[in-house]
């Protein structure tokens, strides 16, 4: 069974930067369609962040309008790893960062997975 194993958060002064990351591991992974982010802070909805598509012409990326050009989403495909990189980090980026990936393994049908959550703080 496939498990989404985050790492990174924390806290940030405003104006700062944090590394997020993430990494699928068990079972055997025969294609990835999404990886992204999503976050929920309290009292909120969870949102989207930043996903990486996998198209057939390439990966296609978009981000919240909130985040756009100040956040990066990256992936791994051999290490099937995705990261997110937050740089001008605002207070309203508090929140409880979640991983995302939709996928499909070997012999079983697509389905979709979340990481545990982690913290991610901005305050001064």
């Known amino acids: 069974q496939v498990r989404l194993v985050e790492s990174g958060g924390g806290l940030a002064q405003p104006g700062g930067s944090l590394r997020l990351s993430c990494a699928a591991s068990?079972?055997?992974?025969?294609?990835?369609?999404?990886m992204g982010w999503y976050r929920q802070a309290p009292g909120e909805e969870r949102e989207l962040v930043a996903q990486?598509?996998?198209?057939?012409?390439?990966?296609?990326?978009n981000y919240a309008d909130s985040v756009r050009g100040r956040f990066t989403i990256s992936r791994d495909n051999a290490e099937n790893t995705v990261a997110l990189q937050m740089n001008s980090l605002k207070p309203e980026d508090t929140a409880v960062y979640y991983c995302?990936?939709?996928?499909?393994?070997?012999?079983?049908?697509?389905?979709?997975?979340w990481g545990q959550g982690t913290q991610v703080t901005v305050s001064s």
């Open positions: 068990g079972g055997i992974i025969s294609r990835i369609y999404t």
């Open positions: 995302h990936f939709n996928l499909k393994q070997f012999g079983s049908p697509q389905n979709e997975y």
């Open positions: 990486i598509r996998d198209t057939s012409t390439g990966d296609y990326t």
